[in-house]
């Protein structure tokens, strides 16, 4: 998209289509002998039989500036885990896997729930805290860079121009998001984003005024996007959540301890598609009904740790605004995508956007009745001191599983 409008409080790497993807590959290479660079993958075993992740391993497979690559399985048992690691012994890197239902894994972080440190419940903000541990651990890197396993348009650009802002020594940055349209079967995808969270986050503003931390969120134009780099030494006092909320956290953690002036988004692709979970109208612990609810909350959560009071009523206002905010939207969108030639069911944009309204309330009722609510995991920081020994026994723990 040729467009280089700075917007909001971070700053947007645009893609100008001016400079060719061999040339900056040529520099992340040059920059990632001074500043290695690992790459975390978090999966599920049975993601090992989709073409995505097959085709994310073959383009992995031509990437020379990765020191190291960590890949985080869940869900698989020891006939599992011996098949991923031959599954993944095409890459040609130095690679390792955190087998999580592993038996030295489960030994060794029995040590966290015994002081009530372990995360809460399993997923991907589960996978990914303890990567980003083993990150920390193994000390053998400047930058990491974290992106899922169920993208179907993946190709090694998008991690070339994804680490390139951190990685570069000419710049200050210390985290970038990843950013792309969502376009799939020929209809605008992104439905959480555009639905939910851009019209929440405009109706929070008419309804408790202007906020920094609401003008920052709105400053990335894919929030939800789960590829991003940062330095390693950000690691270390991060606190992700556990539940649905991932995404949402973590760029409110960075916003919590770094300036503004040191956090970008980059665009990464024309395109880019990824698995789809189910909306789950009928139930919200389930695909991205679930996803609508734990957002909310984060977003919600970071704004009272900012000094904002919530009631009841609030929430019934705030769930109003955002009702009239996103039919508007879906006027906009419609009209977007017809001028691109593009479909989309009015219908089921309305749909959507009726059970995001619901779960807005779920959510406000929630955060209500469960003030002491801790989703988050601690920060390894705190594992250290609490544990001074862990990331070493975590260390050696995966280092047997794979050697």
Avoid at 353 to 376: D, S
């Amino acid at each position: 998209m040729a467009d280089f409008i700075q917007r909001g409080n971070i700053t947007t790497f645009h893609d100008l289509r001016t400079k060719n993807v061999a040339e900056l590959e040529k520099e992340v290479l040059t920059y990632s002998k001074n500043r290695p660079i690992s790459l975390v993958v978090p999966c599920l075993y049975s993601e090992l039989a989709k073409p995505a992740l097959k085709n994310i391993v073959d383009e992995l497979s031509k990437v020379k500036f990765l020191n190291h690559i960590i890949i985080g399985l869940d869900k698989a048992d020891e006939k599992d885990f011996r098949h991923a690691k031959s599954y993944f012994s095409k890459l040609p890197q130095r690679h390792d896997i955190l087998w999580h239902d592993g038996p030295r894994l489960l030994n060794v972080t029995e040590a966290l729930k015994k002081n009530n440190l372990s995360p809460p419940e399993p997923g991907k903000g589960r996978n990914v805290w303890y990567c980003f541990g083993y990150a920390l651990a193994l000390q053998t890197s400047e930058v990491v860079v974290l992106h899922d396993a169920d993208i179907t348009t993946y190709n090694k650009d998008m991690l070339t121009k994804l680490v390139l802002p951190v990685v570069n020594p000419n710049f200050f940055y210390v985290f970038t998001k990843g950013y792309y349209p969502r376009i799939h079967a020929h209809m605008f995808g992104g439905r959480v984003v555009r639905l939910l969270v851009a019209p929440l986050l405009q109706a929070l503003k008419k309804v408790i005024g202007d906020h920094e931390y609401l003008s920052y969120l709105q400053s990335f134009r894919y929030p939800l996007a789960g590829e991003f780099a940062m330095r390693t030494s950000v690691l270390s006092d991060i606190r992700i959540p556990s539940d649905w909320g991932l995404e949402i956290g973590v760029l409110s953690e960075i916003r919590r301890s770094y300036s503004s002036k040191v956090i970008s988004q980059v665009e990464i692709a024309d395109t880019y598609d990824h698995k789809h979970q189910e909306m789950s109208q009928d139930d919200s612990s389930k695909g991205l009904s679930r996803m609508s609810v734990d957002i909310s909350k984060a977003i919600f959560r970071k704004l009272a740790t900012d000094g904002q009071s919530f009631s009841q009523e609030t929430f019934r206002t705030i769930k109003a605004t955002y009702f009239r905010e996103a039919l508007d939207l879906i006027e906009s969108y419609y009209d977007d995508a017809k001028m691109n030639g593009l479909n989309i069911d009015r219908n089921q944009e309305e749909q959507s956007v009726e059970l995001f309204a619901q779960n807005i309330m779920l959510a406000g009722k929630a955060f209500l009745e469960n003030p002491m609510e801790t989703p988050f995991m601690p920060t390894w920081r705190r594992i250290n001191d609490a544990h001074p020994d862990f990331l070493a026994n975590f260390r050696t723990a995966v280092m047997e599983d794979n050697y």
